[in-house]
T-cell receptor, first 112, second 116 residues
Framework: DQQVKQNSPSLSVQEGRISILNCDYT??????FLWYKKYPAEGPTFLIS?????DKNEDGRFTVFLNKSAKHLSLHIVPSQPGDSAVYFCAASAGGFQKLVFGTGTRLLVSP | GAVVSQHPSRVICKSGTSVKIECRSLDFQATTMFWYRQFPKKSLMLMATSNEGSKATYEQGVEKDKFLINHASLTLSTLTVTSAHPEDSSFYIC????????????FGPGTRLLVL
């Protein structure tokens, strides 16, 4: 049972445009959400997170939106840069200090 | 801040031998560390949760006698793959959570294990 889903395995965007990565979840107990970026043969790098008490969190070029009623979150990267090309994982946890459940990842390719 | 290291980064071993992987939090204390495994083009699969000074909590389907976890201090957790088999070949990644902080986990760079 995949509790966190990233339905788009890949996304291609031109440099300077907006990248929108989507994530859906099924467990209504999830109350903390994170986005990680991962390069091949490396560990994930934390990007940004959001608590369920918020619907938006912004950090530089990265913004995460949370729609609790739809059980959906998205990561916006603007402007996209070639260095953003990587696999992006969303993750969720429930009830504080609990394990993270990861999505399957979306491979982002930003072309010059 | 929040740097996690792993050693070794790559290891090749023969079937039947044991391999130890270290995970260290370099600039913070981590009461909880996590061990993940990633198969090619797949998501990260949580293997176990390691708590300092107590036994690890293993996920369903993960053999605790095969994947021994020790969390001896607030900055070090080790994963030992015992009697390794070729099917244990994988990318193993650890993460650590800052003691007393929120749920953000910081990941190590991973260890590529190849069992011949």
């Amino acid at each position: 049972d995949q509790q966190v889903k990233q339905n788009s395995p890949s996304l291609s965007v031109q440099e300077g445009r907006i990248s929108i990565l989507n994530c859906d979840y099924t467990n209504s107990m999830f109350d903390y959400f994170l986005w990680y970026k991962k390069y091949p043969a490396e560990g994930p790098t934390f990007l940004i997170s959001i608590s369920s008490i918020k619907d938006k969190n912004e950090d530089g070029r990265f913004t995460v939106f949370l729609n609790k009623s739809a059980k959906h979150l998205s990561l916006h990267i603007v402007p996209s840069q070639p260095g953003d090309s990587a696999v992006y994982f969303c993750a969720a946890s429930a009830g504080g200090f609990q394990k993270l459940v990861f999505g399957t990842g979306t491979r982002l390719l930003v072309s010059p | 801040g929040a740097v996690v290291s792993q050693h070794p980064s790559r290891v090749i071993c023969k079937s039947g031998t044991s391999v130890k992987i270290e995970c260290r939090s370099l600039d913070f204390q981590a009461t909880t560390m996590f061990w993940y495994r990633q198969f090619p083009k797949k998501s990260l699969m949580l293997m176990a949760t390691s708590n300092e000074g107590s036994k690890a909590t293993y996920e369903q389907g993960v053999e605790k006698d095969k994947f021994l976890i020790n969390h001896a201090s607030l900055t070090l957790s080790t994963l030992t793959v015992t009697s390794a088999h070729p099917e244990d070949s994988s990318f193993y990644i650890c993460s650590a959570r800052v003691a007393g902080a929120a749920e953000t986990q910081y990941f190590g760079p991973g260890t590529r294990l190849l069992v011949l």
